[in-house]
């Protein structure tokens, strides 16, 4: 561990978690919640530093975040977008709306663009089945979208800071 | 603190609702606010201030009003308006006219089926209160079903109430609650737990988050009361990760109640102590499952355990702990409240009380509600949902997730509750209700569920991680128009085995989807594989011209 790392503002909030469980093993998952909220994914020096710290080996750690889909070992761009494939977004179109994405942006389920502009994900069901079929458009719910809106508002939203 | 006391805090709240002549209430469940309920309620304050009706009117959020598919929602109190599918420049207007004629355009009626045909027990505060502010539940007799147990009740009596009241878990395995309840109760052990399984992962089932948005309170209070009766001090609230908004007002409620002495040390008062914990799932379906959500808060993997032993008696770090799910807690107050024989009343005979429904898929009105059992489908689908979306023919009904199965138009008339459910091969489920026309294809649909078995399986035995991987390869090759009917014969005899011989729920039921598509929709697989097609059109199947030899 170096100096900078642990002067990181970061890594405060990643100890006060752990402190608030008396770092007993645990407190891992709420561990790596904290972890992933700070920097956006789990990086291998804080998996090493959270290994140490609440003396769960690393291997357990690894099965621990792969286990879970919320976790994250690949850093996101700086873009997402995050399409619901629950079952009401399933039956109203759910597969044609991804390969609109694959075709126009190049990206498939979990991966990011060469560019780090857009990273692309799906979820089980983010429980707006009402307005189904839904995306999650950088934190912003987007309802009822047609292949055509998907591609229109991604376009949009990658291009705008450009 | 006394009864008196917090009936005080109510009475103010209620005091100060009642001072205004308009009570404009906007939803700020999910479904309203993804469609900027937020901004519709910014914009109503304003105008208040601007029209100089700051003293006539009052602008507040609110829970859940059910019917999500008209959102952004608000209701008037005064003249009993709703409005659906408000923008922020409807505004002006609604405010203009709110003590005039209600505006025509967005006006909803409120007495079509949607809202006449529901019996609101789980959900009696939601839409009625700001789940932001623990006065509003105060002034709905919040908390004094808590006061009361723990003041006039022991906790065999609250147990006995339970029996009485016939309440089934609503996680989906039915498992009386009152049974429940007094195993943890006679377990021995130094220290018991609460929790409260939020960890909602069915695909198309909202319930648990807009009941934990709309009414943060009555689940707490549920939490506590249930701690009193088999002697915990420590709950944990296990909640998906993906939930932010009810995970920020589950917290809210949380601090508030502790505040108020509603959790904490000497509750009220008594000798009896309870405090609740959040923690967050991070995403696995499996953790919906009790022994793999225990294992879960430990901080391991999500993996389930063989049972017995049951949670009951071995659960949380070996103590006995009771889990029930959101729903199930949020029927404990108003069972209390109104008396088991109240709540007896309504159901049929082995399923009482009602039931929470999140209808979604291809009907008018999507939404969350909440009926008694013994209900139709017919009654749920055609009068309050309204009927299939754009006149199209119905086609089946899924209930109950990837564990459930799809029930047929012949079976409209079957009255719901948890064994004629399981008759049709479906489960009552967590409540998630999906309806589907005759665009879908049901052995797409069976693949769906079984591309998310197979992915949401845990590893951890055999029967589930490889036989779900081999049923998705069969129904695969069964809608590409590639499998024989020796493949649907594996595939039958498959789901016999992975239904009977996998460790936990997840694998025992999931094949559910695929046997109860191929009993009613038998036609729709040989489709597949004898004539290569898809009758509803959804599956690629790719027409190889036949060689001319």
Not at chain 1, 34 to 52: H, I, R
Not at chain 2, 352 to 368: D, Q
Request: hydrophobic share 35%; proline share 5%.
């Amino acid at each position: 561990m170096n100096d900078a790392a642990s002067k990181d503002k970061r890594r405060k909030l990643v100890d006060a978690t752990m402190r608030r469980f008396g770092h007993s093993s645990y407190a891992l998952i709420e561990t790596l919640h904290t972890v992933q909220e700070a920097y956006g994914y789990l990086d291998d020096e804080n998996l090493e530093y959270v290994s140490e710290a609440l003396r769960v080996p690393l291997s357990k750690i690894y099965g621990v975040a792969t286990f879970y889909h919320f976790f994250t070992l690949k850093p996101q761009g700086e873009h997402t977008a995050v399409l619901c494939t629950g079952t009401a977004c399933y039956i109203k179109g759910v597969p044609a709306i991804l390969s609109a994405i694959k075709e126009n942006f190049g990206v498939e389920d979990g991966d990011t663009t060469e560019d780090n502009r857009l990273s692309m994900l799906t979820a089980r069901c983010i429980g707006s089945c009402g307005l189904a079929p839904a995306m999650v458009l950088d934190g912003e719910i987007a309802g009822q979208v047609t292949p055509e809106i998907v591609v229109d508002r991604i376009g949009r939203m990658i291009h705008n800071d450009t | 603190m006394t009864p008196e006391e917090f009936k005080k805090i109510g009475e103010a709240h209620q005091k100060k609702r009642e001072s205004f002549n308009y009570n404009i209430n906007v939803c700020t469940a999910a479904a309203c606010v993804s469609l900027q309920s937020e901004k519709v309620k910014e914009e109503l304050i304003k105008q208040v201030k601007e029209q100089n009706k700051k003293d006539d009117c009052r602008v507040s959020g609110t829970g859940c009003l059910g019917l999500c598919a008209s959102g952004p929602l608000i209701t008037i109190n005064k003249n009993k308006a709703l409005y659906g599918g408000v923008k922020p420049e409807d505004a002006p207007e609604i405010v203009k006219n709110i003590a005039k004629k209600p505006v025509k355009r967005l006006q909803i009626p409120t007495d079509m089926p949607f809202f006449a045909r529901q019996t609101k027990m789980a959900l009696e505060h939601c839409g009625k209160t700001d789940p932001e502010v623990i006065g509003d539940y105060l002034a709905k007799e919040g908390y004094e079903a808590l006061y009361n147990c723990l003041t006039t009740m022991e906790p065999n009596e609250v147990i006995d109430m339970m029996v009485k009241s016939g309440l089934r878990g609503r996680g989906g395995g039915g498992y009386p609650v009152g049974l429940k309840w007094s195993t943890v109760h006679k377990a021995v052990g130094f220290k018991k737990f609460v929790i409260c399984n939020a960890d909602e992962g069915d695909p198309g089932a909202f319930m648990d988050r807009s009941m934990l948005e709309s009414d943060p309170h009555s689940i707490i209070e549920g939490m506590a009361i249930g701690a009193y009766a088999v002697g915990a001090s420590h709950g944990y609230v296990y909640i998906r990760g993906e939930y932010p908004l009810a995970i920020k007002r589950l917290r809210a409620a949380i601090r508030q109640a502790e505040r108020q002495n509603f959790l904490g040390k000497n509750i009220c008062g008594t000798p009896f102590s309870f405090d609740v914990e959040i923690r967050l799932g991070a995403g696995a379906f499996v953790c919906g499952e009790e022994t793999a959500l225990i294992a879960s808060i430990e901080g391991k993997r999500g993996t389930p355990r063989p049972r017995p032993p049951y949670p009951a008696q071995f659960g949380l770090w070996g103590h006995p702990t009771l889990i029930n799910n959101v729903e199930t807690f949020a029927n404990i107050s108003p069972i209390v409240r109104k008396g088991a024989d109240y709540y007896a009343s309504i159901g049929t005979e082995r399923s009482k009380g009602t039931k929470v429904f999140a209808l979604a898929g291809s009907i008018n009105n999507t939404g969350l509600i909440e009926v008694p059992m013994g209900i139709t489908l017919r009654e749920i689908v055609f009068e309050i949902g309204g009927g299939i979306v754009g006149g199209k023919k119905f086609k089946a009904v899924q209930t109950g997730g990837p564990s459930g199965g799809c029930i047929p138009e012949e079976y409209l008339d079957m009255k719901v509750d948890y064994e004629s459910l399981a008759q049709v091969g479906s489960i009552m489920g967590s409540g998630g209700m999906i309806v589907m026309d005759e665009t879908s294809c049901m052995v797409d649909v069976a693949k769906y569920f079984m591309d998310f078995c197979r992915s949401e399986s845990c590893g951890k035995c055999a029967p589930c991680r490889v036989g779900t991987a081999q049923m998705y390869n069969l129904l695969n090759l069964i809608s590409q128009g590639k499998a024989t009917m020796h493949d649907l014969a594996l595939l039958e005899e498959l789901c016999d085995v992975v239904r009977n011989t996998s460790l936990c729920g997840l694998g025992q039921t999931s094949a559910n989807p695929v046997l109860s598509t191929i009993r009613f929709f038998r036609d729709e697989y040989l489709a597949h594989i004898n004539d290569k097609k898809c009758p509803a059109g959804v599956c690629a199947i790719e027409h190889k011209e036949e060689a001319v030899l």
